[in-house]
Nanobody
Framework: VQLQASGGGLVQAGGSLRLSCAASGRTFRDYGMGWFRQAPGKERDFVASIRWTGGVTYYEDSVKGRFTISRDNAKNTVYLQMNSLKPEDTAVYYC?????????????????????????WGQGTQVTVSS
């Protein structure tokens, strides 16, 4: 599956942005989707992910209650709604995909947070939050 992320930009602290990630391919509905972010000089870290069914989501602790991941299988698109943005949210945001159908629940809990489990990546979109 090929991925194209969009929606980044410059926003003041407390503001909101919605990232989108459009996927190509007829098997999108079999894939778990994730968002990761990478700040300058740091590793690419997990932000949020959603299972292939759309019914289970995972969040990094610092974004819980502020970010919401969702998917629209009819549009082959996954979204990341980001509210109450903080300067520390500044990073390049990447969407990623991994084949999730067939993954048992106990394994999904860690696989959907591990960047090494995702094998398709978008090009990244810059999010900058000013103080």
């Amino acid at each position: 599956v090929q991925l194209q992320a969009s929606g980044g930009g410059l926003v003041q602290a407390g503001g909101s942005l919605r990232l989108s990630c459009a996927a190509s391919g007829r098997t999108f509905r079999d894939y778990g989707m994730g968002w990761f972010r990478q700040a300058p000089g740091k590793e690419r870290d997990f932000v949020a992910s959603i299972r292939w069914t759309g019914g289970v989501t995972y969040y990094e602790d610092s974004v819980k209650g502020r970010f919401t991941i969702s998917r629209d299988n009819a549009k082959n698109t996954v979204y990341l709604q980001m509210n109450s943005l903080k300067p520390e949210d500044t990073a390049v945001y990447y969407c990623a995909a991994r084949r999730d159908r067939g993954t048992i629940t106990s394994e999904a809990a860690w696989k959907m947070r591990d960047r090494n489990e995702f094998d398709s990546w978008g090009q990244g979109t810059q999010v900058t939050v000013s103080s």
